[in-house]
Each structure stands twice: as C-alpha cells, then as structure tokens.
C-alpha cells in the first residue's frame, strides 16, 4: 500500500495567511474600493504615498510590492483618475516622483476610517501582544522571502 502525500491546509502557514488576505481584500474591495473604480493595489499606492508623501517610482514599487512596470501602469490610471500627479525629480531627469493631487489626499482621507475599522473586525478578540507578536513575525517572515528587511 502506497502511502498518500498528505498536507493539513488547515494549520500549513501560506494557507493561512492567503485565506485571510483573501478575505480582507474581498470585504475592503466590494464594501469600498469598487464604488471608487479603485484596484487593491491601486489603493496600497494611494495609501503608501498618503503616509510617506511623494517618493521616487521606484521606491514606491519597493515599498507596495508592486513590479516597476506595473506600478507605472498603475500611476499612469492614478493621474487619469485626478489621485496623483507624476513628475521629474529636480536632481536627476531619470527620477520620477510621485505625489498625492488633492483629490487623492481627499479620497485616502475617506477611506482610511474603513480601512481601519476592517482591520478591527479582523483583530477582534486578539489581545494586544499576541497582534504585536503575529504582526512582528509576518515582518519577519516578508523579510526571509525577499532577502532584507521590509521597506
């Protein structure tokens, strides 16, 4: 008798992790980000650039996890839509920064109080170290997947 391979989803870490992606993502698109015509990771560039202001593309890319060409992609939707503006760094012509136009600032604005509150309803019934303990190990465990620490 064979015996079969066997791998228990329930407890196998990227199972894990993907199903609550997978959930927070579905809840924030359809309950927010549709109504606006925003992508997941269209809002992870709004929501990057809203916390640490205008950065040079390709820092932006690093710090969403976004691949450079699709990122442009990306800001080039965002400036179409009236989110973001798109210029030439004054030190060097190769550098281009990105920066939040009003309405993006605006829109961000209204979306973090969801965005927060979905995190809440993830949370709920964790106690506070064992959050800091989970969120401090998928920092952890970001870095060993991409060999350095996490931007």
Request: a positive charge; hydrophobic letters at 45%; glycine letters at 6%.
């Amino acid at each position: 008798m064979t015996r079969r391979a066997h791998l228990d989803l329930g407890n196998y870490l990227p199972y894990l992790i993907n199903r609550v992606g997978s959930a927070l993502v579905s809840t924030f698109f359809q309950d927010e980000l549709a109504r606006h015509r925003l992508s997941i990771a269209m809002w992870r560039v709004l929501a990057a650039l809203s916390n640490n202001g205008e950065q040079r593309q390709i820092d932006l890319a690093a710090m969403t996890s976004i691949e450079a060409s699709t990122l442009s992609r990306l800001v080039t939707r965002l400036i179409r839509m009236g989110l973001v503006t798109r210029s030439r760094s004054k030190t060097s012509s190769r550098e281009v920064l990105v920066e939040l136009a009003p309405q993006g600032r605006a829109l961000v604005r209204r979306l973090i109080p969801a965005a927060e509150e979905l995190e809440r309803t993830a949370i709920a019934g964790l106690p506070a170290k064992d959050l800091a303990v989970v969120k401090n190990a998928l920092r952890k465990m970001y870095e060993n997947m991409e060999g350095g620490p996490p931007v």
